[in-house]
């Protein structure tokens, strides 16, 4: 039984503006465009960050889940923790126990693809979903990942930033938040190097940290694996996505730029 860090979306009120600073300041290149996600009234672009993907959505309609969150959280922000898994069934039992709400129940057997998005009020912190390809080479790592569309290989760019190594969720209670984490996940917590609970899962870590910067509980941030430092604080510099030599903002998303 495993699970991976597989995608990240964040929401945002541009997104013309967001995509220029994503792919300007990490050096990736767009892959997808969901037409899938107008039922939820949402428009999406996708870019493959070595074999994970960062996605950002925007509303397109009024009242939707994103733009709300949003709202709550003050602007663009991070908005979702999503998982690839092994075992869909066992682990739906597992979240029907504990009971956590399942918000969308998505089976598309054509694309070889199951998932299920948790009630953010169950799951505390942000939208946490997990998927699972069932179809051909699905679960290998770096395999088929069908949000992203059936072509993302040829438009991965790693010349800047190569992977997503960890998602940085904030709470006033980060302790609570992360126990929930780990019920829900079924790994034990651990205590990284800063002091902080963390979920080490297959090729990232679940990290949970304080809130201090007044917007609340939520996804405040993840780390890049950075293969050009100087490249990405040039261009962030450039778009004034600056913080200081080791993060960068996007989409109101703190980015750590970790070796």
Not at 119 to 142: I, K, L, N, R, S
Not at 149 to 157: S, T
């Amino acid at each position: 039984m495993w699970i991976r860090l597989r995608q990240i979306a964040v929401t945002t009120a541009d997104l013309a503006q967001t995509s220029a600073d994503i792919q300007c300041v990490l050096g990736v290149e767009p892959c997808h465009t969901d037409p899938g996600v107008g039922v939820f009234g949402l428009k999406n672009v996708l870019w493959p960050v070595g074999t994970q993907f960062l996605e950002c959505v925007t509303p397109v309609q009024d009242n939707t889940t994103a733009g709300r969150y949003q709202a709550r959280r003050g602007g663009d922000t991070g908005y979702m923790v999503i998982t690839e898994i092994d075992d869909f069934a066992t682990r739906r039992e597992h979240l029907d126990e504990l009971g956590i709400r399942i918000i969308t129940d998505m089976d598309y057997p054509d694309e070889g693809f199951r998932g299920m998005q948790m009630h953010p009020v169950d799951t505390g912190g942000a939208m946490f979903e997990m998927d699972q390809m069932v179809g051909p080479d699905g679960g290998t790592v770096g395999g088929p990942w069908w949000p992203a569309g059936g072509y993302w290989e040829p438009y991965v760019r790693t010349e800047m930033v190569s992977g997503i190594a960890a998602a940085e969720l904030q709470s006033p209670d980060a302790q609570r938040l992360a126990e929930r984490w780990s019920q829900i996940a079924q790994i034990d917590l651990e205590t990284d190097a800063d002091g902080h609970p963390s979920i080490p899962i297959d090729n990232a870590m679940l990290r949970f940290v304080p809130e201090a910067d007044g917007r609340g509980e939520g996804l405040g941030g993840i780390d890049v694996t950075t293969v050009d430092r100087d490249a990405v604080l040039a261009a962030a510099q450039a778009r004034d996505c600056y913080v200081n030599g080791s993060q960068v903002m996007l989409a109101g998303l703190r980015v750590n730029l970790v070796d």
